[in-house]
């Protein structure tokens, strides 16, 4: 990551009437001989820890010019460069909200997400929802330390709703340096009301019966119709009138036949 070049010391042996003169450049490739450095900083004497003052960037280059006599000469035994890496907000990359597999568990939501934060800081994260239409978040779990979280959605009426999931890198960070990413989820629909039957219409004829069957649910599509009669364990499939279940609204016409006289 790009960094902040701060000051350059070195260990060496100055005799009198010698010196020694720092230039810096820096750059976001390796290559020394990429045209995307920067120009050499005018040469300044060191006299202690010398300031690089090179812009932003990957890599610095340094480049010590020692200034003596013939018989007087500086010596550089070793040299120190100081950089910090500037802290970077960290980032949700991606939401997955799933409905729980636990029959016992009707209407829990799963909620996950992948964090990333480039200068590896401990993260903590804030979880807010709101229906799509609305303007005000909510906020269901704050602080949280690990990027799931099971949401009870009968909470909440039905409908389509967001959520929010706020990283913060305050843990690793001051309150003047911490940072946040923010990402809202796809919609999801929370849909805890079971479909209707708005009508139907029973016609019998001899030993056979016909029903006819509207089903509608508000949000969901309805994916499947069984029926059984005279309450047998053994349930038949139907398949709507036009043999595809895919919209919010399906009509099933059921026939049977052989059925003795009387009532089922």
Not at 110 to 131: Q, T, V, Y
Not at 207 to 225: H, P, R, V, Y
Request: net charge negative; glycine share 4%.
């Amino acid at each position: 990551q790009p960094a902040m070049w701060g000051k350059l010391q070195i260990e060496a042996e100055i005799p009198a009437n010698t010196k020694i003169l720092l230039s810096a450049r820096s750059g976001n490739v390796g290559d020394l001989n990429d045209p995307t450095f920067s120009q050499w900083t005018e040469p300044v004497k060191i006299s202690g820890a010398t300031d690089l003052a090179v812009p932003l960037a990957r890599f610095c280059q340094y480049k010590l010019i020692l200034d003596g006599t013939e018989k007087d000469t500086p010596v550089v035994h070793g040299v120190a460069a100081a950089f910090m890496v500037p802290n970077l907000a960290p980032k949700i990359t991606e939401i997955s909200i799933d409905k729980g597999d636990k029959k016992d568990e009707p209407g829990i939501f799963k909620i996950s997400f992948k964090p990333e934060d480039d200068n590896a800081d401990k993260l903590s994260f804030n979880i807010d929802f709101r229906k799509k239409e609305y303007n005000l978040w909510i906020n269901i779990e704050k602080d949280l330390d690990k990027p799931k979280l099971d949401w009870d959605s009968k909470t909440v009426e039905d409908g389509i709703y967001e959520f929010r999931i706020t990283a913060s890198d305050k843990l690793s960070n001051s309150v003047q340096t911490a940072l946040t990413g923010t990402r809202i989820s796809d919609p999801v629909i929370v849909d805890n009301t079971p479909p209707t039957i708005e009508k139907f219409q029973l016609k019998t004829e001899g030993k056979s019966a016909m029903l006819t069957i509207k089903a509608t649910d508000q949000l969901s599509t309805i994916s499947s119709l069984n029926f059984t009669i005279d309450s047998n364990h053994n349930w038949n499939n139907a398949l709507p009138d036009d043999s595809v279940c895919d919209t919010l609204s399906e009509d099933f016409t059921i026939k049977t036949e052989d059925l003795e006289t009387g009532r089922h």
